[in-house]
């Protein structure tokens, strides 16, 4: 199947800081990927939606000043958490859309102190 | 309601049993299902993807879809220990791109 990376895969950051998050599909070229949260024993939360070269379509909730997406090739986008709170420590999931499915990361794990 | 339903668990079975999970889902127009493994600490791994209802085998693995009764089925047979995980089923209308989650059931093969 296709191959996405995700990287850090685990960052401890301390409050007020900005966290950026990278998504590359390595095998295959997304038009669109996806950013998911995650919390403990429950399942993905989608948090936006980025087309390569446009602007991201957040889910009603999310704050999208908060959390930057940018998808600027086919096969990065990055999230950046800005000003992070400890609320926002959580588990960080990317997909890329490969035909009529989605590929997922290995997830980053967010600890802000 | 939630657009796709799915049993929490946890479920725990023995080595060797056959193991069936199952979701439900309430939007007719999904047409596209899958099933994802997710081990702890780890992303969703793609195991079965199935277009509108039938029948899907890949090894261990058989994926069941019937649209006239809103029900998806995965199948595990002679499950091992490391099957253990949570296992999500994800349904998609045509079209559309985004996935719609169920909210994942632990599984547990005991040795």
């Known amino acids: 199947g296709a191959v996405v990376s995700q990287h850090p895969s685990r960052v401890i950051c301390k409050s007020g800081t900005s966290v950026k998050i990278e998504c590359r599909s390595l095998?295959?070229?997304?038009?669109?990927m996806f950013w998911y949260r995650q919390f403990p024993k429950q399942s993905l939360m989608l948090m936006a939606t980025s087309n390569e070269g446009s602007k991201a379509t957040y889910e009603q909730g999310v704050e999208k000043d908060k959390f930057l997406i940018n998808h600027a090739s086919l096969t990065l986008s990055t999230l950046t958490v800005t000003s992070a709170h400890p609320e926002d420590s959580s588990f960080y999931i990317c997909?890329?859309?490969?035909?009529?499915?989605?590929?997922f990361g290995p997830g980053t794990r967010l600890t802000v102190l | 309601q939630k657009e796709v339903e799915q049993d929490p668990g946890p479920l725990s079975v023995p080595e060797g049993a056959i193991v069936s999970l199952n979701c439900t889902y309430s939007n007719s127009a999904f047409q596209y299902f899958m099933w994802y493994r997710q081990y702890s600490r780890k992303g969703p791994e793609l195991l079965m993807y199935?277009?509108?209802?039938g029948n899907k085998e890949d090894g261990r693995f058989t994926a069941q879809v019937d649209k006239s009764s809103k029900y998806i089925s995965l199948f595990i047979r002679d499950s091992q220990p490391s099957d253990s995980a949570t296992y999500l089923c994800a349904a998609r209308i045509q079209g559309a791109q985004k996935l719609v989650f169920g909210q994942g059931t632990r599984l547990t093969i005991n040795p």
């Open positions: 199935t277009y509108s209802s």
């Open positions: 095998d295959f070229q997304a038009t669109t």
């Open positions: 997909s890329g859309s490969a035909g009529d499915t989605q590929y």
